[in-house]
């Protein structure tokens, strides 16, 4: 398995932008499909975008619905690095957001069997 850590957080005005960083180490980056997921305090974890493994369809992104066309997602697999670039940013996306590493891409928490420990992001209005 690979360790996650994520970086970047931190408070960011409506409408402006940040990026979060997700580290890997261990063996087999390149093998992994990677997600983007995000929780509010009482609230269930949900999907905010995935991205393929390099050995399959290498590149292909998912995302949800409510980040489509402003949240963009990005792999380095000489890096070991997994990004999420975040744009017209709204006080709703204030979330805990974590990134996951599993087999396959998909829309559902436990499809990843690697998390990282989440990073806090809030958006002040």
């Known amino acids: 398995q690979v360790q996650l850590v994520e970086s970047g957080g931190g408070l960011v005005q409506a409408g402006g932008s940040l990026r979060l960083s997700c580290v890997a180490s261990?063996?087999?980056?390149?093998?992994?499909?990677m997600g983007w997921f995000r929780q509010a305090p009482g609230k269930e974890r949900e999907f905010v975008a995935a991205?393929?493994?390099?050995?399959?369809?290498?590149?292909?992104?998912y995302y949800a619905d409510s980040v489509k066309g402003r949240f963009t997602m990005a792999r380095d697999n000489a890096k070991n690095t997994l990004y999420l670039q975040k744009n017209s940013l709204q006080p709703e996306d204030t979330y805990v957001y974590y990134c996951?590493?599993?087999?396959?891409?998909?829309?559902?928490?436990?499809?990843?069997?690697?998390w990282g420990q989440g990073t806090q992001f809030s958006v002040s209005s």
């Open positions: 996951a590493a599993g087999r396959f891409a998909g829309t559902v928490s436990n499809a990843y069997t690697s």
């Open positions: 261990g063996r087999g980056f390149v093998t992994y499909a």
């Open positions: 991205i393929r493994s390099a050995s399959w369809t290498a590149g292909s992104t």
